[in-house]
């Protein structure tokens, strides 16, 4: 499993246009094959602030399989006009995980 993080800087004033965008946009980076489940959690300390956590099987159905796709052309165009700057986008191997 892949997780892609992105830090994700919104326009000020815009943010409730945002969240109800992103989640129009969900149905579109949901129906990938390899998409996992994905949160968009806001910052406390920066209200136009968010991060996008998304699992993914592998970094190819991210890179290839989503960015490659229809349903990424919908995405990018129901969300790419809020960001400012645009987001660096990572991806992450999980190395250790504890729970209580």
């Known amino acids: 499993m892949i997780l892609e993080v992105a830090i994700l800087n919104v326009k000020e004033g815009r943010e409730k246009e945002f969240e109800r965008d992103f989640l129009l946009a969900g149905q579109y ?6 998409y996992m489940r994905h949160s968009l959690r806001k910052c406390l300390e920066q209200d136009n602030k968010y991060i996008l ?27 790419h006009d809020y960001y400012d700057p645009f987001p ?3 991806h992450y191997e999980l190395l250790i995980e504890n729970e209580k």
């Open 88 to 90: 660096v986008v990572e």
């Open 53 to 79: 956590l998304v699992d993914w099987e592998s970094l190819e159905a991210h890179t290839v399989g989503f960015r490659q796709s229809a349903q990424y052309l919908e995405w990018k165009r129901l969300l």
């Open 29 to 34: 980076i949901s129906a990938i094959k390899g």
